[in-house]
């Protein structure tokens, strides 16, 4: 990192937003998010989040709130704004012109006063080269350079100049303090190369991108091309089409070219940023039919009202002072956009998921988001400890859950639903040695550490999630968690992907666990901790009258403490192989207990996501005829009947079921093999519940 100045990128969710806040973590900035989401998702700020691997403080806040805005330049160390809120659609703003003005204008009066109240004095503002109205009109415009004669045709290009026009007006009042960068955009296409964002319009698309791509993946019948009547190459319009994530780089560098001036020298000055090079309609068109292989069908039509035959940028001026240039041609901006519109093909707008508030503000980054089907099955989603706060079959809930975030962090807490890491299970006396250090855990289960002591993933905010809906059936929710050393009682930084894929038809959910670390060596062993009552339906506050059964009854043998002494004991209980299977009563019979999946095997694997998924647990409650199958691809699974439930339940009123590696295998030479990662490596398990 370079430096950690804090940017306040307001419309951060939308398409040019997402996009530089990209850019600018990448350079070692912070950003905090303002965006009132009236054309935007905050689900383009979460996928942000998994993408920078950092957290972006995000309000949803409208600039012309004044308390709500001034609330973010008291809570953070704003160093600079960039400006990109706004209502930008040309057609629209000649039906409802004053909502366009109050809204530009009045929102940057406010954000600017604030600005100049909390001595924030660099600004970059979101310009368009719909300033230089129709510079046909002149001989020699084409291609446009900033010096071009101002005059917008339409109300949002007259409130570009507006705000243009304050910021010029601004900076001549105090010519030493204001440093303001006005950045003139051409045509922006695109998207970010993950695939993870991109513009994403609501209703039908004004602009030629959008639309060729909700033509192709099937969203609209064909493209209406509007005239090929004009003095070009083919008779249509020539745009200078720019990549965003070239564009997103402009602001970059127009910020630390604002930076770099000497601190007390004001500048106020116009930049355009185009590629110099004009593509007509037709050209693009061509290049997007190769980008995503389909020839996308097509009709020539009546010009449309206000459209002009040339706006190519004449982008010297960035070149030479901002030391920018374009890097990315028509060509790979199709590319990039059809990959964004094949992995969205509905962009963030996603049926079958829904967001919650889990805590009684709305913080975006403490959400409870639901997928699925509500009548057949779904899965409710905490960003705390990416837990999973509800599982619903056939619109009935078969998890111990809570309703706020809050009471998931009780000091009692009872790891309800969570992700539990970096090392689920006990650690003998919480000490280990790894690295050629000895390490000591807090202790916080009788004599041992447990389920990762003090820094256990249960109580860890994660970022994201990306949502997804690949198939008509099956949804999935991805979230990240950055465990830093420094944080950490483990050694070692640690980057965490829990996965979760949701299957309406098949009722399975499916939890995938990646972990990689960095620096050093760390221990690790990953599971979750939903706590299953198939009976609830029936008001039941207990799990008994639960059949279950095991694939093996082979268990690791504890001392008084719950250190393994190394023997294989068999359990009282049920297998596959029996007729008949252990019924769960109100007071026993009681386990908790690590069992072999294969009890001849010494696993050494870090990564078991490619073996067999083999069904370890099967439980069944005749009452609701629910059926429930835990199936891993790792080596043992932790048998619990949840005897010392608390923490707001009651004793037996859950069991779990939680596949993982051998309990305190860290601290045992044979087994240590399957829960050391070290840098390089990559650490992986799956879990899969089944239902029927
Ligand atoms: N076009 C079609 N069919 C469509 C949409 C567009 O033929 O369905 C043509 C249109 O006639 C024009 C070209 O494609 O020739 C580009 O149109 P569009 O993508 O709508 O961009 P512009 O009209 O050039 O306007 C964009 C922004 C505007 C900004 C301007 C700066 O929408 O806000 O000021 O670029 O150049």
């Given at each position: ?5 804090r940017v ?14 990209v ?9 905090v ?5 009236c054309?935007s998702?905050?689900?383009?700020v ?6 920078t ?10 600039l ?24 930008k ?5 000649t039906?409802?012109?004053l909502?366009y ?10 954000l ?10 660099k600004?970059v503002?979101?310009?368009?080269a ?14 446009i350079?900033e ?20 910021l010029?007006?601004?900076?001549n ?7 303001v ?5 051409f045509?922006?296409?695109?998207a970010?190369?993950s ?20 033509v ?7 493209l ?5 009547d004009y003095?070009?190459r083919d ?11 070239d564009?997103?780089?402009?602001h970059?560098?127009?910020l ?5 001036i ?20 037709l ?15 097509y ?9 002009v035959?040339?706006l190519?940028a ?7 002072e901002?030391k920018w ?5 028509v ?7 059809w990959k ?33 089907s509500?009548?057949?099955f ?12 509800d599982?619903k ?6 998890v ?15 790891y309800?639903?969570?992700?539990i890491g ?12 790894l ?9 916080n ?10 820094g256990?993933?249960h ?5 994201g999630?990306?949502l ?13 968690l950055?465990d830093?050393s420094?944080d950490?009682?483990f050694?070692?930084?640690?980057q ?13 959910l499916d939890?995938?666990?990646t ?5 050093e ?8 901790h ?11 506050d ?7 059964k ?5 268990s ?13 004991v068999d359990r009282?209980?049920a297998?596959f ?7 769960l009563?109100k007071e ?7 069992f072999?999946v ?9 990564d ?12 069944y409650?005749?009452?609701?005829n ?5 199936s ?18 009651h004793?037996?009123?859950g069991?779990a ?31 899969q519940y089944?239902?029927?």
């Open positions: 990192m370079t430096t950690q100045k306040l990128v307001t419309g951060g969710a939308g398409y040019i937003g997402s996009h530089t806040v850019e600018l973590i990448e350079n070692g900035y912070e950003c998010i303002v965006d009132n989401l054309n998702s905050y689900d383009s979460a996928r942000l989040e998994i993408l691997k950092h957290h972006i403080p995000f309000y949803k806040v409208d012309c709130d004044h308390d709500g805005l001034e609330k973010v330049f008291q809570e953070h160390n704003i160093d600079s704004v960039i400006h990109f809120a706004g209502l659609a040309v057609g629209e703003s039906q409802i012109p909502t003005y109050h809204n530009n204008i009045l929102g940057t009066l406010v600017l006063e604030l600005m100049q109240k909390y001595h924030v004095e600004f503002f979101s310009s368009s719909t300033v230089y109205g129709d510079a046909t009109r002149f001989p020699d415009m084409i291609p350079p010096e071009c004669p101002l005059g917008p045709t339409n109300p949002y290009g007259q409130t570009k100049l507006g705000i243009e026009n304050i010029r007006d601004l900076y009042s105090q010519k030493d303090i204001w440093k960068a006005i950045l003139r955009y045509n922006p296409i695109g970010h190369p695939g993870l964002i991109g513009e994403d319009p609501l209703g039908i698309p004004n602009n030629l991108l959008p639309y060729m791509a909700q192709a993946v099937g969203r609209r019948e064909k209406y091309v509007f005239g090929n003095d070009s008779g249509t319009p020539i745009r200078d089409y720019i990549h965003v994530v564009l997103a780089k402009g970059i560098a127009s630390k070219y604002l930076d770099a000497d601190q007390k020298t004001g500048i106020c000055r116009e930049w355009n940023l185009g590629s110099g090079t004009g593509s007509t309609v050209e693009v068109y061509r290049a997007f039919c190769d980008a995503s292989g389909i020839e996308i069908p009709e020539i039509t009546g010009r449309r009202a206000g459209d035959l040339n190519t004449k982008p010297d001026r960035a070149t030479k901002l240039k374009t890097e990315l041609d060509s790979i901006a199709c590319k990039d956009l964004w519109a094949t992995e969205n093909p509905f962009g963030y707008q996603l049926n079958g998921i829904s967001a919650t508030f889990g805590t009684d503000e709305e913080e975006f980054d403490g959400r409870f988001v639901t997928i699925g509500g009548s057949r779904q899965a409710t989603i905490a960003n705390l400890g990416a837990t999973l706060v599982l079959v056939d619109g009935q809930s078969v111990l859950g809570y309703e706020k975030e809050s009471q998931y962090l009780t000091p009692d807490t009872c309800i639903g969570a992700t970096r090392y689920a299970n006990r650690i003998a006396h919480g000490k280990f040695a690295n050629g250090k000895d390490y000591q855990l807090t202790i289960n009788g004599v041992n550490a447990n389920h990762g002591s003090i256990s993933f109580a860890k905010r994660f970022l999630p990306i997804k809906n690949p198939t008509k059936d099956t949804f999935t929710a991805e979230y990240a950055i830093n420094e950490s009682e050694p070692g930084s640690l965490v992907i829990v996965n979760y894929t949701l299957n309406v038809a098949t009722k399975t939890i995938e666990y972990a990689q670390v960095e620096v060596a760390t221990p690790i062993n990953m599971t979750n939903t706590y299953f009552n198939l009976n609830k339906l029936y008001g039941s207990s799990i008994a009258g639960t059949e279950i095991v694939i093996s009854n082979k690791i043998d504890v001392d008084e403490n719950v250190i393994p002494t190394g023997k294989i009282e209980i297998t192989d029996d007729s008949k299977p252990t019924v009563g026993g019979p009681d386990y908790d207990y690590n072999f294969d009890a001849t095997a010494t696993p050494n694997q870090i078991t996501r490619g073996n067999e998924l083999k069904l370890v647990t099967t439980a409650h005749p009452e609701s629910i059926k429930l199958e835990v891993s691809t790792e080596p043992s699974y932790q048998v619990y009947t949840g005897d010392w439930l608390c923490a707001g339940f004793p037996r009123q069991f079921v939680e596949p993982g590696r051998y309990v305190n295998a860290i601290n045992q030479d044979k087994y240590k093999g399957s829960v050391i990662l070290k840098p390089g490596e990559t650490f992986g398990a799956k879990i089944k239902f029927s």
